[in-house]
Structure formats: C-alpha cells, structure tokens
C-alpha cells in the first residue's frame, strides 16, 4: 500500500457516485470506469450506478471490496454497484445524494445520456461537484455541448483534441473549471507481448504469415467495408503465393443494423484466388484477446470520427504496431510531431492534424490520412465532421508493411508499447489513476457551492460561431 499514490486510510477517503456502465461488464466505458476504480480505491471510496438495458439485477446492491481489494493489491477499499437500468434519472440521484452523502458525482460517455442530470446541476452543485471523463469525435468544436459542459465543475478529458474542444466551446468560462488531458490508460499487465499457444493460433490463423487485424465493434463510423475492400485492393498487388501467406482478421459481429452484412462485402470482393477473410465473433476472454493482438503483425481502425479508438490502446500495450485513420483521439495515439519538436497539441490554427500538416509520427503507427471530410450530423449533434480515407492509401499502407521484415515490425510495436508505458504518454491505468486523483482532488480543493440563488444579465444570444479555423 506504501506503493500507491496518495494512499488514504478508508475512513479518510472522499466517497465519489459513480454513474456509467455497471464496472463488471465488459463495454468501453465499464472497463475505463473498472480500471479508474479500482486503481485509484486507495484514495477514494467508490459507489457506482452499474447501467444496463433491462439489467437482469436491477435494484440489487453489492459489496465488490474485496475482489477490488485481489486487483488493487490492497486491504481497505470500499466499492458497491448499484444495479440499475440505464444510468439513473432524478428521483434516484436526489435519493443517493440524501442517503449516502457522496462528495462527488462522476460521469462518462457521451451527454445526451446525461440530459435529465444536466436540467438538475444547479440543485445538485449546491451540495457537491459534478466530475465528468469526458471525449468528443471530431471538429467542429460542437457549440451544442456548451450547456453540458458548463454544468460541470472538472472536465477531464480523454483526448488533446477533447481537451482544445472543452476550451474553445466554454471560452472565459474555462477559467472556472478544472480542465485536464487524462487519456486512456489500460492494464500493462494485461495486454502485453506473450507467445501464443499454438493450438489457438492454429484454430484463429492457420500457418498465415502476414495478420491484418481488426478489433470494434461492425457500426457504419467503423468504415469495416472500407478497410475490406483496402485488404483486397492489397492482396491483388501480389502473386497468389503471397495471397496465400496473408489473412484479414476481424473480430466483430459479421451482421449488425448498425453497420452492415460483412460476409456480403466480403462475398462480393472475392474473384481473386488467395483472398482470405476471417470471423472471430465469440466473447473471448482479455486473455485470448490479448492473444489476437499478439499474433497479428499490425491493427487497423479506420474510423471516420473515432474520440480515442481503445483497440489502437490495447495493440500498442501488446507490442503490435497499428494503422489508423488520422482523427480525433487516434491521432493522439501516433504521437504527431510539431515543428517545435513537441507531441502535437490542437490549437485554434491547427485544431486537428487531419490534413496532414504534421508529418513525422511515432514508428509504431501507420497513419492513413483522410483524402476528404464531409459535415454529418443529426438534430441533437446538428454537425461533426467525417474523416474518410481512401482505402487505396490504405492498400499501399499494407503493403509497405509487408515487406517490412517480422523483426522490425516486432521492434516498432515494441516501441509503442514502451511509449504507452512513459510518463509523457501515460496510456495506462497507472498513469490513468494518478492524473484522475490529482485533478479530483485539485477540484476539492477549490470547488465552492452554487450559491442559492443567481443573477444573469442576458446581452442577447451566445455567440456559436466557430473560434477555430476550418481550413488549415
């Protein structure tokens, strides 16, 4: 315990509310929120809302100390889920907050879900501060967000570009809030190199030399069918003896209403000999997943707006190199270069590297930049911006990987894996932990209540134009 940063005995601890995905689930933010709470359970009591659809456990509570005490490696933690279907509504924050007494309220994942807890913020930071871990796709800064984020105390925010985004959109506003880049971090101790055992690398691949892999979810932003047809485009570059050494590797359900029939695509494309296509869609274990990373020489995510792309996290943490659009939070993951020297930071004239002004990246990664970007949207999210890249750009990507030889791949993967692992980068839970616990406890520090009533003098609308340049 002497071993953990700002270890608080139990009794001295803030006790923090938690609302997102019921930890013991396997979802993005469930495993985000699992491994906040439990590496930082040496200085914060925790009870989470544990969301689910139709949570088959719904209303019950339970006492998960000491299996958090097993990972955490201590004594004393104090963890309960409260299972609950969805993430909460009025009724049930006031009750916790009457009942428990908590000193914080931490939120994750996209506002919208949090539309019901935003229309009562004021009551509820009269008495404690509301803390939210949050990410957002893609530019335009979304002026849309402004009311969410100013009905936070702490925005930390899970990209650079997410960190520029909570700036620009609140302006002045910003200067009262705690505002703090805490990116992803995941388990080093978890997904890391290890051999694989032959049987399952028989059973996934065969005796295939060349893995491309895919590892996210079958959804329509993914661009799957883009990064299939790039693999084709690739395979017909070579003579079938060297089809025959290269498979595509996606784990992701084949057919899903929010993407698209991936057999079909593949169907459709396959009038070349040597052209292989692989399923994995069971629930593997993070060890078997782990196993996936580790026997593929590169993973790829092509996503037309991605906030983070925690598969790029988990390949890296395993020694794999990856291959990415250039977008949103994977950008941050490819460790862009300005012509400073410096890690690459948005700013409002270069609020995204997305048109390749910034060349040199981290060896590890393989970028792919868009060729264009079109504005989508929908009324609650009226605009973002889509990435696509060609998957021709993609084509030759792999190819230039190809020829690489296994050791240098294996040496650039190895590279991400120690850059993950720095204290500049800090893509893991450790590092994750300690930027949670200095922010939170920074707020405490200066975090006064909302007054009791409020006066504001209105001088027309808000100014929602955009304060980045949009051509760069």
Not at 14 to 41: C, M, N, P, Y
Not at 52 to 68: C, L, M, Q, Y
Not at 101 to 108: E, Q, V
Not at 394 to 401: D, I, T
């Amino acid at each position: 315990m002497e071993n953990k940063f700002r270890y608080k005995e139990q009794k001295d601890r803030k006790k923090i509310l938690l609302l997102g995905d019921d930890i013991r689930l396997h979802s993005g933010v469930a495993t985000v929120a699992r491994e906040i709470v439990i590496q930082t359970a040496h200085h914060f009591n925790w009870l989470t809302i544990g969301a689910a659809i139709n949570h088959p456990e719904n209303g019950k509570r339970f006492d998960i100390s000491g299996d958090v005490n097993e990972q955490a490696k201590i004594k004393d933690s104090w963890v309960h889920v409260l299972c609950n279907n969805g993430y909460g509504d009025p009724d049930l924050i006031r009750t916790i907050i009457r009942e428990e007494k908590p000193d914080a309220l931490f939120i994750i994942t996209d506002p919208r879900y949090y539309t019901w807890l935003f229309q009562i913020e004021n009551e509820i930071r009269k008495q404690i501060p509301i803390v939210y871990l949050n990410i957002w796709d893609d530019l335009p800064a979304p002026n849309y967000n402004r009311a969410f984020y100013e009905s936070c105390d702490a925005l930390l925010a899970i990209s650079k570009q997410t960190k520029f985004i909570n700036e620009i959109v609140l302006g002045e506003k910003a200067n009262d809030k705690v505002i703090r880049y805490v990116p992803h971090g995941l388990n080093p101790e978890i997904y890391k190199p290890t051999t694989v055992p032959a049987d399952f690398m028989e059973q996934v691949v065969g005796d295939k030399e060349f893995v491309v892999f895919f590892n996210s979810r079958n959804i329509r932003r993914k661009s799957v069918p883009d990064l299939i047809l790039a693999y084709r485009l690739f395979v017909e570059k070579l003579s079938v003896e060297d089809r025959e050494k290269c498979t595509l590797l996606l784990h992701t359900q084949p057919v899903d209403e929010n993407g698209t029939d991936l057999p079909k695509v593949v169907e459709t494309l396959n009038n070349i000999e040597g052209f292989d296509v692989r399923f994995s869609h069971q629930k593997l274990s993070t060890e078997q997943l782990n196993w996936l990373y580790n026997l593929a020489d590169v993973t790829c995510l092509l996503t037309s707006n991605e906030g983070w792309g925690l598969t790029l996290t988990e390949s890296m943490l395993a020694g794999t190199m990856i291959l990415a659009n250039v977008t949103g939070g994977m950008q941050d993951q490819m460790r862009f270069t300005d012509e400073n020297g410096n890690w690459f930071t948005p700013s409002k004239d270069v609020p995204s590297n997305h048109t390749g002004k910034y060349i040199k990246h981290g060896e590890w990664s393989i970028p792919v930049f868009p060729s264009n970007r079109s504005i989508q949207g929908s009324p609650p999210t009226p605009y973002i911006w889509d990435d696509r890249c060609k998957p021709e750009d993609v084509a030759q990507k792999l190819e230039e990987l190809l020829w690489m030889s296994k050791q240098e791949r294996m040496e650039k993967g190895l590279k991400g894996r120690e850059w993950c692992l720095s204290e500049e980068a800090g893509f893991n839970t450790f590092a994750q932990a300690q930027r949670v616990i200095e922010a939170i406890d920074d707020l405490f520090e200066s975090w006064t209540p909302r007054e009791e009533f409020e006066f504001f003098k209105v001088d027309g609308l808000p100014d929602n134009t955009t304060k980045h340049k949009l051509v760069y």
